[in-house]
């Protein structure tokens, strides 16, 4: 009976549970069944690895974003205040 690729296998954390547990019950099912449903059960894995993977990139993304919007928010404060300093300098005179 052929087995999970070995990248798989090693990625199973990226794996949801009920994903692993059908590929197990897959697995124990006669040869001839198994065989027909490995290559789709292959391609299901391969795809929830990718989203998980462009879910992580998604993430990381917005948490770049989020990092540079508060950097944007403090500079427009700062410049803010200096226009504030300059105008009442300049009124003052």
Known sequence: ????????????????ADVRQLA???HSLPENYSEQILPVLDRVLESTKRRRRILTLV???LG????????L?????ATRRERDEYKAKFENE
């Open 64 to 71: 770049q974003l989020r990092l540079d919007m508060k950097y």
């Open 1 to 16: 009976m052929p087995e999970l690729q070995p990248q798989s296998v090693t990625a199973s954390e990226e794996v949801p």
């Open 59 to 61: 993430q990381d993304a």
């Open 73 to 77: 928010m403090f500079d427009l404060e």
């Open 24 to 26: 197990e019950f897959i």
